[in-house]
Each structure stands twice: as C-alpha cells, then as structure tokens.
C-alpha cells in the first residue's frame, strides 16, 4: 500500500513539476530561420521584421531541429500599467547551446546578455537552473522582444514561460518543491538498500545502491541543479557528468546483475552477457579519467551513448529470456523496459505547443517517474530473494540438525546394542569357565591342576574366537576377499567345527560399504551357527549371480530354529537382516532339523 501511494505521489510531482504553461507567449510568437554562415546582425534582423519575413508557424511544435540554422522568435509586450514591472522569459532547456535576448523600445535597441551551458550558465545571471531573462516593460513604448538560439546538435527544446515576477518564484517554488521530493526518495532508496546489504551481509545490493546514487547524479545534471548548486564552475563535470555517471550506472547495475541474479550453471551464456557488458564499461570510464586529466575527446559523450544503448539493448533480451526461463519474475523485466521505453517515447514525441499534459510528458518527467518505479521494484525483488533465501536457509539448517540428531540417536543406539552384544558375548562363553573355575579351585580333594590347566585352555580357546569375530579390518573392494579368507582360516582353527568356504567375487568393484557390511553378515552368522546350531560343518559362498547382483550363501548342518521365536530376542539375526536392507539386498531363510541356509542377494551398482 505504501508503495502505490509513493507511486501516486510521484506521478502527481511529474504534472506539477511546472505550473501551467504559459501558452500565451505562442499566439503571438513569430519565428524567422536564417543560416548560420550569413551572420546577420540584429539590424539585419529588424529589417527582415520589417519585410514581413517573420511568419507564425500553424502548427507550432515544441521540439525544434535546427542543424545550422539559426532561429529567431519575435514577441511584443505591451506598455505595462505599473511604473516598475518585469516580465521573466524562461526556456525550459538547461542545456541550450546558445541564447540571447534583444529589447527593440521605439527606436532604441538593447541587448540582454547571453546565455550556453558552455560558458555563459543561466545561474550566473539569476538563480535558476534554465535559461531566463528579467525583461522590463515600458510604461508607454511596446517593448518587441527578439530571441536568438542556435544548436547544432540534435534537437533544441524551445517550451517557453513568460511570466510575472510572482508566477515566476511561485512556479520555481513548486518545480524545486518535487525535486527535493524526488532527491529524498532516491537517497532515501540508497540507505534503506545500504543497511538491507548490511544487516544481511549481502554486498552485492551495494551496488545497486551505487546505481541509485549515479541516478541521483544523472537527475541533477538533467535537471540542471547540478550546474546551478555544485560543479557550476568545471567544464569537465558541466559537459560530461551525464554521460559518465549513466556509464558507472550501467557497470553498477551489470555487476549486480551478474553477482545477484541466481543463474543456472547451464545458463552461463545469460550471465556472460551481463559480464562483457559490465566489463565494456571499464575502458570508457578510463577515457573519461584520461579526458579529465588531459582534456580532449569533445565528442566522447556520443560515442558512450551509442556503446550504453547497444549493452541496454542485449540486457532487455537477456531479461526477456531469463524471464521466459522462469528465473526472473514478470514485473522486474517491465521495470527493467518502462525507462527504456520512456526514453525511446521522449525522443519521437514532440507535442503541440498547446498541449500542456503532452509538454510535461515529452521531457525527461516520465523518464524519472518510470525509474522510481523500477526501483522500487527492483528493490521489492531484492528483499524477496534475500529472504527467501534466508527463509531456505533456515529451513535447511533445520533439516540438517534433525538429520544430524538423528544421526547421533542412532549412532549411540547401535553403540549400546553392541555394548550389550559384547556384555552377552563375554558372559556366555566366559562365564561357566570362571564358575567352573571356581569350584574346580574350591574342591582340594581332586587332582585338579590338569582340570584347570583344561578349563584355562578352552578359555583362552573362546577369548581367541570372540576377539576374532569382534575384529572389523579396514575392508575395501580391493582386500574384501582376502579378509574373508583370512576369517574364515582364523574361525577353523579355533573352533571344532569345519568352516568351508568358496569366494568368486574378484572382479567385482563392490563399494566399501557394501564391503563392510558384508562382512559383519558373514561374521554374525558364522558366529551363530558356532554357538548355538551344533553343526560340525559351516559353508560359506559368495559368487557373482548376475551382472548386477552378488550371491552369498551361509548353511550349515545343525539342528535349525524356529524364526519366529529367534526374531523376537535374536539381537544376532536381526542385525543380519537391518544390514541387509542398508546394502538394498534381499534375504531368505530356511531352516529345519536338518540345518539352516541363508541366502542373500545384493545390488552391485546402485541406481
């Protein structure tokens, strides 16, 4: 809501930027076009009025294309009825090459003095930022009033305001009122973009925010309050600040582009047009330090003009695209093209002398009102994608430390399962020796040194076996079979029971994680068939089945189980089958009175 009533509030300053156009001033005005190369001097001039070669245009237009002519407008003021009275002649063009004024009273002729945004500025002679003359009116001769301008380059703004002395400071009241509306808006753009960058540690937005600032100074130098408040007495800044602070604009905002804007790494084009672009600036603000320094290079501002519109061209596209891409959204590529198109309208447009809305409109006024717009858009975008991004942030945080919670709940689960196992383990195949132990040492009457030297013997036969099968090797694809061997070869010569084995995986790449869960399922289950099957033999295979999948096969010839009641308290097999399922393998199990097979398929490559 704060925004349209901004919006509003600058349109409105765009209307009253100047009161009413005093239009009087064309009925009367009759213009005479004479070349350049004649010189003619005012006396020559007074006898063309004479002759009657002074004409009024049917269709006066306030754009003017002189080239090498000069134009002269005549206008006659009336004997005033007040003893002292000023008329003020005003030409809304801060940069008009060459103005004089002649006063024609009865046969006396006196000249004003003259005004160009080269030498001769118009706040020299009155404070104002556009050319003006304070014409004094006669109280009994008319008072014929010829006004002489020449420009040789492009076209020539001839809106005139002739006005009393109050219309003249009320207008310039009002006019200088919405200017400072406007600078307020743009500086206050400017710090609101600053602190943004700031607190959110987004430098990049510095940048736009520079681009503010080179707006600021391309509005006063349009405008002409530059010229009249700051660099009024440097040539170089008079004649070039336009041109070079719209050149640091365009490197700003091509940075900003190429850092800010969230580019896909196969849209590498898109940003290298924003790139080459930025970078295309450099050497032309090199050549404005060099023309400082040094002088020269007169024309350098048409040359620039000319690089700036073919780099704002190829970024309108580049907008266009990335727009069609859904990268960026709809309304900053209009705000991006509206100041494009108001320029563009600006130059065609040359209203009718009559048509105030359309004078006010033709300037640079709709230009400046466009730019608000875009930035403020701009400015819109910028807080929704840091924020969002941010907010993404956040989000993702989130996730990481539940997933990293998680982690570490699961983590400390799986450490007190194998505690647990450990403690088990320790305790059913320590525990009856030390008991046995102990009453073998407390019953003195029995020859008991071979008995415990026998008990010491399978304890340290048992402790061999379960460091054995608690052992995990650092295992990867390329000593996974050599491991398995060696476990295999370890468990026969500590246990009763004949461990038989057959590995045919060497040309397998398997994962390391595969690798190692692998083996633990090998070691559970050879474990359980050890402890609790009374088998006398255990057989393990692994082969390739397929190209995809790896076989292993663990059986043995023991008395079975019953699965249901081994998968409620078996800490053992359920294990089995949780590794299993990490390794997306699959696993079957059959078992009866004549022993139990297991057997386990496994993905070689994940998809």
Known sequence: MKFKLLILLLFYSTLFFSQEDSISIYKELKNFYSEAKDQQTIFDILNKYKEDKFYKEENQKIYKKLGTQVLWNHFALKPSKKKIENKYLTISNAYLPYGKIYLKKGNKIDSLYRVSNNK?????????????????????????????????????????????????????????????????????????????????????????????????????????????????????????????SQTVGVFCIGFFYMKFYKLKTSQIFAKGIFKWGTFLTIPILLLYVYKYFFGGFVNLYLVVWTVLKIIIFTWVLNHLYLTIKKQLPIYLVVAFILPILSVIIGQIMNPSVNNSLGIKFSGPNIYYLTLSLEILLFTRYIFDSVIDTQIKYFKLK????????????????????????????????????????????????????????????????????????????????ANFTTSLIEFCEKLDE??????????????????????????????????????????????????????????????????????????????????????????????????NKEGTLFKIEVPVNEH
């Open 120 to 244: 001769h500025f118009p706040h020299k002679n009155i404070f104002y930022r556009n050319p003006v003359w304070k014409i004094p009116v006669d109280s009994i001769l008319q008072t014929d009033v010829f006004l002489k301008v020449k420009n040789s380059s492009g076209r020539t703004r001839m809106a005139l305001y002739l006005e009393s002395e109050n219309e003249f400071l009320k207008r310039i009241e009002t006019e200088y009122f919405y200017f400072g509306l406007f600078i307020a808006f743009l500086i206050s753009m400017t710090l609101v973009l600053v602190f943004f960058a700031v607190l959110k540690k987004e430098y990049t937005v510095l940048f736009y925010a520079l681009y503010i600032i080179t707006v600021l100074f391309e509005f006063l130098a349009g405008k002409g309050l530059g010229v009249q408040y700051f660099w009024s007495d440097s040539s170089f800044f008079t004649n070039n600040i336009r041109s070079f």
């Open 398 to 477: 989130k996730v990481s430390d539940e997933l990293k919670y998680n982690f570490q709940s699961k983590t400390l689960e799986v450490q007190q399962q194998e505690r647990n196992k450990l403690v088990n383990n320790v305790h059913d195949t320590f525990g009856g020796y030390l008991e046995a132990l102990k009453l073998r040492l407390l019953q003195k009457t029995e020859n008991t040194p071979e008995k415990v030297q026998e008990i010491l013997d399978a304890f340290y036969k048992d402790y061999r076996y379960l460091l054995n099968s608690l052992y995990a090797p650092k295992i990867n694809s």
């Open 494 to 591: 500590l246990t009763s029971q004949k461990i038989n084995y057959a590995f045919n995986i060497d040309d397998i790449d398997l994962q390391q994680e595969k690798c190692v869960h692998l083996y633990r399922i090998i070691s559970e289950l050879t474990t359980n068939a050890i402890k609790y099957s009374e088998a006398t033999e255990i057989t393990i295979l692994m082969k390739q089945k397929t190209e995809e999948f790896v076989f292993l096969q663990v059986s043995d010839n023991g008395i079975g189980f019953k699965q249901d009641k081994i998968s409620k308290t078996g800490f053992g097999l359920n294990s089995v089958k949780d590794r299993v399922e990490q390794i997306n393998g699959s696993l079957e199990i059959i078992s």
